[in-house]
C-alpha cells in the first residue's frame, strides 16, 4: 500500500512536471484510479492466479465492447515468445475486430517451444470463451521468468474468475497484475481536443529489467475511443514509438516479450489519414507513450534517478542516436550518474566509441543549462554547481558534437547495487 | 603484500591450467618476479611520482639497449588520448627504432586538448635526455582518469629519478605502476623453441574498468628477443590481438587509451615471413596475450568469476561474434552469473537480440559439458548439477546456433556490487 502511494505520487509529480501538448488535456490520477480510467466501450479486471506470486493479482484481462481497430509492435528479439508469435497472428486475422487482450505476469512463456504456443493459445480459447467471442479476437500477452511452462491449470481457473472482477472505471489491479519487478503500476489517461470533440487515450506499461530501446519495447496496452483505421493506428503507434519506447533503456536487453497495442473502439470522434485532427492525434499518442515510457525509466531496476541523454549537432540523427544510446547504456556512465559523480570523462569516450562521428574538439557538454565542457575540451567548471544538478532525480545531460543538423533523446537510468540484487537470482 | 601474494598465486594457476601450443615453454612465475622477466636487451624501472595515489608507483620506463622493431594497436576511440596520438605519431617516423616505453597511472591525459598534446611530448622528451635517445624513440602511455591535466612538476621529477630503478630482471614494480583498479600486476613470460633456438616473450598488462573488445583494447607491453621486421611484428601483433585482448568485455567501455605493444630488439634467432617459426612465434605470442587478457577479466572491477563464451554452430563468423559480444556484454547475463542462477533465458534472449541469424528450436546450450538445453526448447536439466558448475571461479558457456561453420569466443565477467561501488565516484 504504502509502495502504491509512492507511485501514485510519481505519476502526479510527472504528469506536473510534464510539458503537455497544446491540445491535451491530462486527467488528475487520483487515489483509487477509479475516475472514469477508460476510454468508452472497454473495461478491465484482475485475479490472483497463483502462477509465480503468491498473493498478488497476475493475470488480467482487457475487454471491449464491440470488435475494435487494432495495431501492435512486437519484439524483435529473435527468440520472441510464443504469446508474442500468436498475437501477431492474430492481429494480422482480426485487425479490424480485436476483443480483447489477457495477460500474465510471473511467467513469459518464451523458449518453451510447440508446448508454449499450445499454452498461450489455450489462453485466448479460454478468454474468447468466457467473452463469448473468437480466439482470434484475443491477443495475449506474458511477462516473467523466461523457459519455464505456464502452470496451465492455475492460468485456465484464473482466466474463468476474470469476467466478475471487470470494471470500467479501474485500472490500478488490472496494471498491477502485470508488473514483474516494477514497484508500482503505471497508468495514465488524457484527452485530446479534436474538431468534433474530445478523444480519450488511456495506457498502462510495466518496466522494468530487459528494458532497452532499439525496438518495439516493453508491455504497454493503450486503449482509445477513436475512430481509426487499423493501418493509420499502426502508423500512429509506430511514429510515436520511436520517440518513446524506442528512447529509453534501463540495462541494455531486449527482451523476448515486447509488446506495445492500441485497441481504438470507434465509439468517439473519427480521425482520417492526413487531417489536422490525426496529426493533434499522433501528438497526444507520443505524449501518452512519452509518458508511461519514462514511468518505466523512473521505475527501472534498481534506479533512483531518471536522466535524459541529449545529442545535439551531429552530422544526422543516426549518429545523434548512436552516441545517446551508446551513452545512455554505458555501465560506467551509469554508475557515475549513482554516484553523483560529474565524471564528463566516461560520456565524453562513450560517444567516442559509438560510431558517431566527430571531432573531439568541437564537444560541448551540459547538464541542464550549466556548461561542464566547452569546445577545445576546456572543462573549467565549478564542481559544487554539478554536484547540486546530479543530487536532483531528474536531469538532463546534453552532448554537442558539432555544428549538425542530428539530434537524438534517450531516456535512461543510473546503475545501483539493487540492480545486481534483484538480478542474481531473479528465477528463485 | 597479501594482495600481491594472491594475485601471484592466480597467475600461477591460470599458468597451470593453460593448454599451451607445443612449442611454448611457459616460465614460472616466481613470489619475487626476479628470475630473468625480460628478454635479452630489455630493462625497466618504476617510481612514485604523487600523480594520484600516495605511496605506491605510479611510473615506469621499459627501455632497450638498442633500437627496436615496433608495432603498437592503438584505441578505435575518437575521444583518443594524447599519449596515443603521440605514441602513433612516433611509432610511423620510428617503426625500426623505438627504444623505451614512458607510463604513468593516476591521470589518462586524455580530454586534455593542447596542452595534453604538449605534455605527453614532454614526458617522451624527459625520458629520452635521461636515456641519450631521441624523443621519437619513446612511445607513451597514461592511465587513469580522463580529463585532467597532468601534474606535470611530479611527472618530470618521476621521470629523472627512473633511471636508478632501472633492473634486467624484476618486473613487479612495473608492473603495480600502471594498475589504476587493478587489484594485483598482471605479466607473464615465455620462450618458443624455433629452429634456430628459443625465443623470449614477456608482457605486462592493466585492466580493470573500461574494458570492452572491439578494438585494440587496454595498456599491454610486450618484448621480445626475436629479430623481426616492424611490419611482420605488426601483423603477427593484429593477428593475436583478435582473439586475445579483442575478445574480452568487463564493463563493454572501450577506453580513450588503450594500447597493446610489442617491441622486438632483435638479440635473438631471426624470423621470416611465410616461415615455420613465423607460425610458431605468432602461436606463442596468441598465447601470452590471451593469458594476460585473461588476468584482465579475471581482475575486472568487482569481478568474481571468468567465463568464456562460445557460439559455434552459426552462418558465419560474424553471427558468432555477435551472439557472443551479446551474450558477454548483457548485464542481465553478468548478474545471473554472479548469482550463480542458471537462467538460460538471459543468453538465449542475449543471442536473439544480437542481430545474428538463427531459427530458436536448434539452439543447444552447455554449461562445460553439461547440456542445459536441447534442440527445440527443451530445458530439461538437473538445477543441482547447473548449481555445481555455476558455483566454480571458472567455466565455459558454449550455444549452439545451428549447423553453420561460424564460432566465437570471448571472456567475461561477473558483474558484482562492488563494481557499482569502484565505479559510483572513481574521480574521488
Not at 475516475?35 to 497476475?58: C, L, M, N, Q, T
Not at 517451444?113 to 489462453?123: E, I, K, R, V
Not at 480521425?271 to 509518458?291: G, K, N, Q, R, V
Not at 534517478?305 to 544526422?316: H, Q, R, T, Y
Amino acid at each position: 500500500m504504502e509502495k502504491l502511494n509512492k507511485g501514485l505520487k510519481i505519476i502526479q509529480e510527472l504528469a506536473a512536471a510534464t510539458s503537455w501538448p497544446a491540445a491535451v488535456i491530462p486527467m488528475e490520477a487520483d487515489s483509487d484510479g477509479t475516475h472514469g480510467f477508460w476510454p468508452e466501450g472497454f473495461s478491465s479486471g484482475a485475479v490472483a492466479a497463483g502462477i509465480k506470486y503468491s498473493s498478488r493479482k497476475d493475470l488480467m484481462l482487457l475487454s471491449a465492447d464491440a470488435p475494435c481497430s487494432a495495431a501492435a509492435l512486437f519484439t524483435t528479439n529473435l527468440c520472441c515468445a510464443a504469446p508474442v508469435m500468436l498475437s501477431r497472428k492474430h492481429l494480422e486475422q482480426s485487425a479490424s475486430s480485436i476483443r480483447a487482450i489477457v495477460s500474465n505476469s510471473g511467467n513469459a512463456n518464451a523458449a518453451t517451444g510447440a508446448q508454449g504456443m499450445d499454452d498461450a493459445l489455450a489462453m485466448a480459447e479460454a478468454a474468447a470463451r468466457e467473452l463469448a467471442i473468437k480466439p482470434e479476437e484475443v491477443l495475449v500477452a506474458s511477462t516473467g521468468v523466461i523457459g519455464q511452462l505456464l502452470p496451465m491449470e492455475k492460468v485456465l481457473g484464473g482466466i474463468v474468475s476474470l469476467p466478475s472482477s471487470m470494471q470500467r472505471n479501474s485500472v490500478i489491479d488490472t496494471a498491477q497484475a502485470i508488473m514483474t519487478t516494477d514497484t508500482f503500476p503505471k497508468f495514465f489517461t488524457l484527452e485530446v481536443s479534436l474538431s468534433k470533440g474530445n478523444v480519450r487515450l488511456s495506457g498502462l506499461a510495466k518496466g522494468s529489467g530487459m528494458i532497452c530501446p532499439n525496438m518495439a519495447t516493453m508491455l504497454a496496452f493503450i486503449t482509445t475511443d477513436a475512430a481509426m483505421t487499423p493501418s493509420l493506428l499502426h502508423e500512429a503507434l509506430q511514429r510515436a514509438n520511436r520517440s518513446s519506447f524506442n528512447a529509453i533503456t534501463v540495462d541494455g536487453d531486449t527482451s523476448t516479450n515486447d509488446m506495445v497495442s492500441i485497441l481504438a473502439s470507434g465509439t468517439g470522434p473519427e480521425i482520417a489519414s492526413d487531417s489536422p485532427d490525426y496529426t493533434l492525434f499522433c501528438e497526444a499518442l507520443e505524449a501518452l507513450m512519452i509518458f508511461l515510457a519514462k514511468l518505466i525509466v523512473i521505475d527501472g531496476e534498481g534506479a533512483t534517478k531518471l536522466v535524459e541523454i541529449n545529442v545535439v549537432g551531429a552530422s544526422d540523427h543516426k549518429d545523434a542516436e548512436l552516441a545517446a544510446r551508446t551513452i545512455a547504456q554505458s555501465s560506467l556512465v551509469k554508475t557515475a550518474i549513482h554516484g553523483e559523480d560529474a565524471n564528463w570523462g566516461r560520456i565524453i569516450a562513450a560517444a567516442g566509441r559509438s560510431g558517431a562521428r566527430f571531432n573531439q574538439d568541437e564537444l560541448e557538454l551540459h547538464f541542464n543549462d550549466f556548461i561542464v565542457l566547452k569546445p577545445g575540451l576546456i572543462a573549467d567548471f565549478s564542481e559544487e554547481s554539478a554536484a547540486e544538478i546530479m543530487a536532483k532525480n531528474s536531469y538532463a545531460i546534453t552532448l554537442r558534437l558539432g555544428s549538425g543538423p542530428g539530434c537524438a533523446r534517450i531516456w535512461t537510468c543510473d546503475l545501483s547495487k539493487e540492480y545486481v540484487d534483484i538480478n542474481g537470482s531473479y528465477r528463485s
